[in-house]
């Protein structure tokens, strides 16, 4: 039984060319974030029970109440499952400036200024340790924050919401960039698909 489908990758392999290559959105889409798809299904099989009528965003917002069995499994790779649709859909081929409006506002808020907000998003995701993400989030005071999270942890659990991810696990830049983590991390700011963040904001703050 399939509790969960992988989503349709939102362009073609080539269309974030020159920032992260086709060969590794392949990789990354079809091996990778098919994979945790897969292992969460897999996992779930014998816990009809438990997973019926649930979004992942419930499962991994209370992880409490996972069985105890799978609890980590789950929390492994449900992140991962997650945290890529995340991933693919924060990026556009027009992407690339920065936000307007009240997302805008919001960091400015935050952290003072854009560049201030880049700067700390990116010497999060530098310095993640080994495998990892680097997260903005909103908080539950409707603010933004910068989290750093370690393998495919998934901020939800922490009961916020993320509307940014970098991925800095090497399968994510190392066909293109190799052990240059900082070069790949300022490539993706040509990518972001701002719309897309503003309107993942926009729910988390409703």
């Excluded at 299904?41 to 438990?50: I, V």
């Amino acid at each position: 039984m399939s509790f969960f489908n992988l989503p349709d990758l939102p362009y073609e392999y080539d269309a974030l060319e020159p920032n992260i290559d086709a060969k590794t959105v392949e990789i990354h889409y079809d091996r990778h974030h098919r994979g945790y798809t897969n292992k969460l299904n897999t996992a779930l099989e014998d816990y009809k029970e438990f997973a019926e009528g649930k979004s992942i965003e419930d499962i991994l917002g209370n992880v409490d109440a996972i069985p105890e069995a799978i609890r980590q499994k789950v929390i492994n790779v449900g992140g991962g499952y997650l945290n890529h649709i995340l991933y693919w859909n924060q990026f556009s081929k027009d992407g690339g400036g920065k936000p307007t409006g009240d997302l805008l506002e919001a960091i400015n808020k935050s952290f003072g200024s854009f560049d201030s907000f880049k700067e700390e998003l990116n010497n999060a995701a530098k310095t993640v340790f080994g495998s990892g993400w680097a997260f903005v989030v909103v908080n539950g005071n409707n603010e933004l924050e910068i989290v750093k999270k370690a393998n495919q942890n998934s901020p939800i659990s922490d009961g916020v919401t993320p509307i940014i991810g970098i991925d800095v696990w090497e399968h994510a830049y190392y066909l293109n960039y190799q052990n240059k983590r900082p070069d790949y991390i300022e490539a993706v700011w040509n990518i972001f698909n701002w719309n897309e963040i503003t309107r993942l904001y926009n729910e988390a703050i409703k």
